[in-house]
């Protein structure tokens, strides 16, 4: 199946830096999101993209669909304790729109 | 609204018992998932369905049972519970599949001794 690789697994870093994770897939997705997970909660839907190429920002989050439709970034710029958090990259397709394959994590600690 | 709603939040079971993880949405959706979460993993589906009646395999469906007698209800039947079934389970739903972005429940912790 399609296996998505998320990077970094963690990440500590100061309150006002800018943060970058990334996703990559052995095969091409229609569409990338990617997601928050607060500790308890379920995961929360940050930003989607449809379009290879498209790069979309929500807030202090960027995110961009790779040109090749096998990867994607999210970028936080000026983090703030709040952003403390799980992120997930997640995509679906081209086969199967119902199957949605999420990759393992970035864990995110911001130290105020 | 509710958004979508999962009982009971937290469940120790014996191996070989059985039970039934409730998963029921307020937002008249028509697709219903149910993933796992298992530590420092991704979320795997389970089963999923499209509307009342229809369910189909995810990518873990084995050990799993579903039904959709309503569009409201998707709960998840685990019929003899072992160690392996031990993780966090969410249920979720979304509007039109997954291009509307899906709305996640608070989760469900199960441990099997």
């Known amino acids: 199946g399609q296996q998505l690789n998320q990077s970094p697994q963690s990440m500590f870093i100061q309150e006002g830096e800018d943060v970058s994770m990334n996703c990559t897939s052995s095969?091409?997705?229609?569409?990338w999101l990617w997601y928050k997970q607060d500790p308890g909660e379920g995961p929360v839907l940050l930003i989607a993209l449809y379009k290879a190429g498209e790069l979309t920002s929500n807030g202090r989050l960027t995110a961009q669909f790779g040109i090749t439709r096998k990867d994607s970034f999210l970028n936080i710029s000026a983090s703030i304790p709040s952003d403390v958090g799980i992120y997930f990259c997640a995509g679906q397709g081209p086969y199967n729109n119902n199957d949605m394959r999420f990759g393992a994590g970035t864990r995110l600690t911001v130290k105020p | 609204n509710a958004g979508v709603t999962q009982t009971p939040k937290f469940r120790i079971l014996k191996i070989g018992q059985s039970m039934t993880l409730q998963c029921t949405q307020d937002?008249?959706?028509?697709?219903m998932y149910w993933y796992r979460q298992d530590p420092g993993m991704g979320l795997k589906l389970i089963y999923y369905?499209?509307?009342?009646?229809?369910?189909d395999k995810g990518e873990v469906p084995n050990g799993y049972n579903v039904s959709r007698s309503t569009t409201e209800d998707f709960p998840l039947r685990l019929e003899l519970a072992a160690p392996s079934q031990t993780s966090v389970y969410f249920c979720a739903s979304s509007q039109q599949g997954i291009n509307y972005g899906y709305t996640f429940g608070s989760g469900t912790r199960l441990t099997v001794v």
């Open positions: 095969s091409i997705f229609n569409t």
């Open positions: 369905s499209v509307g009342a009646g229809i369910t």
């Open positions: 937002m008249n959706h028509n697709y």
